[in-house]
Structures are given as structure tokens and as C-alpha cells.
């Protein structure tokens, strides 16, 4: 939404800018709709779970002037379609997408063991999910005048040392299919980039892999405490990678498109 002479200019990094978070409802999404909201965006925050945001667009902006609540599968064409149009109609443009809904199963094994209704839902959610958030976002950000697409993808997916197969194949999807639609959309004005994070604190990673001093249940569950040893910045907050996401999808970024953005705490690099 721009800015015009009969209201007051709009001021931080994301001003006059519509996103869309996908995702938004806890965790890292939920970081990402306080964060873009205070730095000037008008947010469209969509999850399965409807009562989680609304109560988080309530909280971000309780005359909902800045923020709207939608119910969204990311699994369904339909459903995700839908959000895409409601979301043009009440804002009025659409300058980006944060893709940040997924997840893992504490099943996910070696690719020999494991269970392939693992396969099947992981993938689902991670990989398809992804795939039609972009699918339709992406049409709407070129009509818009261009903006930014922000995928999460996973710092497993830079390494091959993990036990879950299927989690890993799926954000190692997200990293190329980012870099595609890098290219493939560049002369639209779209940038296209992802996060590949390490371990963060969120329900899901507290359930399935563990923190510091609490174990998870998955099979690829680490050591938390003798992993931070060797790398101290390996393990965040939600805010941490909502301000990534806070970078690569402000105009501060407008070099910037095709990367993977390794927010392992150097995991992947040593």
C-alpha cells in the first residue's frame, strides 16, 4: 500500500510494503508478524490453525487496520489460491511472501528405515506447501510492481550428516526451487531467497529435536549442549530468523536473490 499526500508518511524498513506470512500463527512466522509490522508493513497472516493468528493479529494490531487473520492448508491448491485473492482484495497489493510453514516428524529416519507415510507427509507440507505459496504469491507480487520471497528452508539441507532423510530432501528442495525461481522471475522485479537455520526455539524443535538441557524424541536428535560447544551460534530464538527474513525482504536486500542464507551458526561451514 503506497503512500499518498492525505495520510501521514510511513516510516521503517518495510513501509508501505503488504506481506504475506504463511506460517504465522507461532514460532519464527509468529516473530516475523511482530517484527514486519513494526517496521511499517501491513501483514496478511494465514496458518491452519485459525485461533493461534488471529490471536496474533490481534495482538499485533488490535483495530486490524495493519493485520488480517486468514485460515489457509498449505497442502490445498484451493485454500492456498484463495488466500493469495483475499489477500490482493482487502490489501490492495502484495510486495511479500514469507513461506515458513512446516515441519518434521520425529519417524524421519535413514532413507533404508524409514517409514514412507513419512515421506508422504513431510513432503507434503514442506515441499508442496512451499511450492503453491509461491505458486500463487508470486503473480501478485508481479502485479504489485515487484518485491520478495523469503523460503524456510533448513540447515540440514546443507549437510549430510543427519538421520531424517526426508526432512532433509525436503528443504534441500526448498534451496533449489528458491535458486529457479531466482532466475526465473529476476525480470519481473521478484527476488527469491531462503533461510537454512539451525536449531531454534520453537514447539516443533523442542517436541522433535531438543534444546539446551531438553532432549527431543526424533532419531536425528543431537547433543544439544556438546553441539554448542563447537558452535556456540547454533541455537536461536524465532526473532533471530525473523530479522533475516526482516532484511531479505526489505529494499536493503535489492542485491540480493538465488541465495541460501546459512543461519546455522556455521554448522555447514566447519
Known sequence: MSSTQSHPAQTGRLAGKVALIIGAGT???EAAARIFAREGAHVALADIQFDAVQSVAASVCP???????FAVDVTNDDSVRQLADDVMSIFGGLHCLFN??????????????VPLEVWDKTMNLDLRGTLLGCRYAIPKIIASGGGSVVNMSSGAALRGSGKAHVYAAAKGAIVTI????????????????????????????????????????????????ETIKTYPYWFGEPEDVANIALFLASDESRMITGVSVPADGGRSAY
Request: glycine share 16%; with cysteine; charged share 20%.
Open 27 to 29: 514460532g519464527i512466522g
Open 63 to 69: 483495530d486490524g487496520t495493519k493485520a488480517k487473520a
Open 100 to 113: 515458513t510453514a512446516g515441519g518434521s516428524l520425529p519417524q524421519d529416519s535413514l532413507v533404508t528405515d
Open 178 to 225: 528458491t535458486r529457479n525461481l531466482a532466475g526465473a522471475y529476476a525480470q519481473q522485479g521478484v527476488r527469491a531467497n531462503a533461510i537454512c537455520c539451525g536449531r531454534i526455539n520453537t514447539q516443533r524443535i523442542r517436541d522433535t529435536y531438543g534444546i539446551p538441557g531438553q532432549p527431543g524424541k526424533s532419531e536425528d536428535a543431537m547433543k544439544v549442549d
